[in-house]
């Protein structure tokens, strides 16, 4: 049974730091592409940042300089550094594996950047 599970969000002032961290099991997770996506109300979930199987990573444009993506492939783990948090950064956020186009999704942790 797959499972992406996350933690760490809440709630924190414009201007602080969280971590977020995704434990997955039931995949071969040193195989997959891993990733951050988010989803603010009445938006669409997009993407925050993915970080490969061989570790290149890539950001969206409102992170980069901000958020850094990094994973553990001996705890299966994938994290996600947010500093500098804007309230536009305020979203429910979903841990994501893929591997050859089958994508798995976590339950997400939400996250409010307060002003």
């Known amino acids: 049974q797959v499972q992406l599970v996350e933690s760490g969000g809440g709630l924190v002032q414009a201007g602080g730091s969280l971590r977020l961290s995704c434990a997955a099991s039931?995949?071969?997770?040193?195989?997959?592409?891993m990733g951050w996506y988010r989803q603010a109300p009445g938006k669409k979930r997009e993407l925050v940042a993915t970080?490969?199987?061989?570790?290149?990573?890539n950001y969206a444009d409102s992170v980069k300089g901000r958020f850094t993506i990094s994973r553990d492939n001996r705890k299966n783990t994938v994290d996600l550094q947010m500093s500098s948090l804007k309230p536009e950064d305020t979203a429910v956020y979903y841990c994501?594996?893929?591997?050859?186009?089958?994508?798995?999704w976590g339950q997400g942790t939400q996250v409010t950047v307060s002003s």
């Open positions: 994501n594996a893929e591997l050859l186009g089958l994508r798995r």
């Open positions: 039931g995949i071969t997770f040193s195989a997959n592409t």
């Open positions: 970080i490969s199987s061989g570790g290149s990573t």
